[in-house]
């Protein structure tokens, strides 16, 4: 079993910046790859980010240059630095893991943006 849990949500005047945590249940390096996803009202959820077992990486466009996921697996945590923020960056953001195939997600922390 998988527990992932979202931290570092909050509100942020556009143009700053938020540093979000995924603390994972044993050692993350036992997944296939971990990812960012978010959901704003009335849209549905999409993918933000996501770093692979190999530490390559992959960024929705919409947020290539001002995001950046990383992990460390010592501390069984994934990160998603957040600059240059924009009022459509707000959204709940959930941490996603690959494991054995199957799909595990944390429960989400909310990243407002104002104008």
């Known amino acids: 079993q998988v527990s992932l849990v979202e931290s570092g949500g909050g509100l942020v005047q556009a143009g700053g910046s938020l540093r979000l945590s995924c603390a994972a249940s044993?050692?993350?390096?036992?997944?296939?790859?971990m990812g960012w996803y978010r959901q704003a009202p009335g849209k549905q959820r999409e993918l933000v980010a996501t770093i692979f077992s190999s530490a390559g990486t992959n960024y929705a466009d919409s947020v290539k240059g001002r995001f950046t996921i990383s992990r460390d697996n010592a501390k069984n945590t994934m990160y998603l630095q957040m600059n240059s923020l924009k009022p459509e960056d707000t959204a709940v953001y959930y941490c996603?893991?690959?494991?054995?195939?199957?799909?595990?997600w944390g429960q989400g922390t909310q990243v407002t943006v104002s104008s």
């Open positions: 996603n893991a690959n494991y054995r195939s199957r799909e595990y």
């Open positions: 044993g050692n993350i390096f036992r997944f296939n790859g």
